[in-house]
Nanobody, 124 residues
Framework: QVQLVESGGGLVQAGGSLRLSCGASGRTFSRYTMAWFRQAPGKEREFVAAINWSGGSTNYADSVKGRFTISRVNAKNTLYLQMNSLKHEDTAVYYC?????????????????WGQGTQVTVSS
């Protein structure tokens, strides 16, 4: 089991930046592939970015490529999402997720553990 808690969300103007954090407790954080997903009102949960256990391999949704950066510090049991050049359409609840198997999966069903989410609102 791993418990995940997101933080860092808030209200920001379009073009601004935010950094989300996801703290993990429980079993060894470095064993897990980690990811960020987001869900806007009335829409399905969608993949944002994923990172492998070492941080050496990442995957991004086309909509955030070049603007968002996923990273992790295993010694701190923490996952990050640096979000730059934010757009109104980035407004959503952002969730971190973990899975034990290898592979930078993009489907929510591939992930075993989820945080409660943090709201990001980008004003236009």
């Amino acid at each position: 089991q791993v418990q995940l808690v997101e933080s860092g969300g808030g209200l920001v103007q379009a073009g601004g930046s935010l950094r989300l954090s996801c703290g993990a407790s429980g079993r060894t954080f470095s064993r897990y592939t980690m990811a960020w997903f987001r869900q806007a009102p009335g829409k399905e949960r969608e993949f944002v970015a994923a990172i492998n256990w070492s941080g050496g391999s990442t995957n991004y949704a086309d909509s955030v490529k070049g603007r968002f950066t996923i990273s992790r510090v295993n010694a701190k049991n923490t996952l990050y999402l640096q979000m730059n050049s934010l757009k109104h359409e980035d407004t959503a609840v952002y969730y971190c997720a973990a899975k034990g198997a290898y592979g930078l999966a993009t489907g929510p069903r591939e992930y075993d553990y989820w945080g409660q989410g943090t709201q990001v609102t980008v004003s236009s």
